[in-house]
């Protein structure tokens, strides 16, 4: 976002005639626009009051009410973490006696805003300029935040215990934005990270969920987390800020409430040693935060259920246990996996929504679905389908989902 698209926002015109729309709709936008292009307004504040009242609106699902006094980029509101996580990231630092951090490639100022709702000193800095404008707003209603417009390698930590962290994970060209997975080809790299580290510093760095084990530094304490099953971040946190005996950890963030399980090791792939066993009574899909930290054979043991098969999570127990860290399913019927036979199945017993989960299989659930569906009679009931594999052999489970 160009900067003629924020600063006709900046001055106390732009700001009134952007506070004095109402909530955005998109159906209504055009018939807006023409109403205030006829009041006098020029083109270009209009369509940047307009452009952030529909950003508004869309980043309230990560900021609630207070994306209302904010101001964003598109590009920013992607990578913004969630208000709710961010709050999590501030705590770390508080509980550490942490106050006064700076906040390295800041952003919109999420983490920022957290840190500075808890009342510590924060100094953010930005090396976008447009985004620095729009996170010096955002920041306003705290006296103790300032911000600064450069790299994050350059500021100055003078005075400073802690730091945090997002590095710019995606480079941009002409073709659009490419996602990056070397943690040393992130701005800044890594390596950076673990130098401030060295330094004595409570540093912590929020990393994208696919960071590779082998990847996180042996002096850090690593943290999946998840948000209604959509796994936001792997945070890694040092020195004051990693917590004692914890190398890795899940938190679940779902309906109820947080849930965490932690490991005092790092992950070692040849030590998952839960049980294996056939498919029960009742089969568990982990939460996605729990996979990625590596803690599939943890659950499991500390459930008292088996894997059925040790390279893939899946659970499966005689009985139900309930587990905020993985969804449950009742186990109905076990079938080897036969696409024509499924597709008689469907048939026979009148399925017209069908819900396929895989694991271990190289299938596309929805090409599968439009197979075993078509002249099937579209019939009244639903199912749900389970495919994985078990050793050597590949089968489809038919589940239904088991509240509590």
Known sequence: MASDAISPLLTPAGWELLS???????ADSLKVNESLRKAGHSPELVAAALTQSR???KAEAKFGEFAHQMLFTQAGLEQATRLSIAALHAQRFTTAGITSVADLGCGLGADSLAMASLDINVTAVEMDEVTAACTTINLMPFPHAKVVCGRAEDADLDGIGGVWLDPARRTTST????????????????????????RGLAVGVKMGPGIPHEAVPATAEAQWISVNGDVVEAGLYFNQLARPGIRRSALVVGPSGMNEITSAVAYDPAAQDAEIGPVAGYLYEPDGAVIRAGLVADLARSMGAHLLDEHIAYLSSDDPVHTP?????????VKPYNVKALKAWVKASRIGVLDIKKRGISVTPEELRRQLLTGSGKGPNKATLVLTRIGEDRVAIVVEPHGW
């Open 20 to 26: 004095s729309l109402g909530p955005y709709r998109e």
């Open 325 to 333: 860290l993985a969804r449950c399913y009742k186990v109905l019927e």
């Open 55 to 57: 950003l508004r609106a």
């Open 175 to 198: 073709s659009g934005t490419t996602r990056l997975f070397d943690p040393e080809a992130f701005s800044p790299p890594l390596s950076f990270v673990e130098e401030l580290a060295d």
